[in-house]
Nanobody
Framework: QVQLVESGGGLVQAGGSLRLSCAASGRTLIGYKMGWFRRAPGKEREFIAFIRWSGGSPYYADSVKGRFTISRDNAKNTVYLQMNSLKPEDTAVYYC?????????????????WGQGTQVTVSS
């Protein structure tokens, strides 16, 4: 089993920044894919960013490309999502997710493990 705990959400003004953290425990995540998703009120869960725990190029949704950066710290077993130039439309609950399958980076249904989510609210 893998346990994921997100933190770092909050209220920020448009144009501001936040850094979300996702602390993983339970087993080594070597070979896992790690993803960030979000769900805004009344909307479907949306893919945001993906990174392999073992390295390689990250991948981003077009809606956040150039503003958000996903990274990982193997020593701390933590994945981060640095969010800059935030917009009101970024307001959502943000979730991190993990899975052993190398496929389906952008598809929520391919991830087995999920955190509880952290709220991000961007005011205009």
């Amino acid at each position: 089993q893998v346990q994921l705990v997100e933190s770092g959400g909050g209220l920020v003004q448009a144009g501001g920044s936040l850094r979300l953290s996702c602390a993983a425990s339970g087993r080594t995540l070597i070979g896992y894919k790690m993803g960030w998703f979000r769900r805004a009120p009344g909307k479907e869960r949306e893919f945001i960013a993906f990174i392999r725990w073992s390295g390689g190029s990250p991948y981003y949704a077009d809606s956040v490309k150039g503003r958000f950066t996903i990274s990982r710290d193997n020593a701390k077993n933590t994945v981060y999502l640095q969010m800059n130039s935030l917009k009101p439309e970024d307001t959502a609950v943000y979730y991190c997710a993990a899975d052993q399958s190398p496929l389906g980076w952008t598809q929520a249904q391919t991830y087995d493990y999920w955190g509880q989510g952290t709220q991000v609210t961007v005011s205009s």
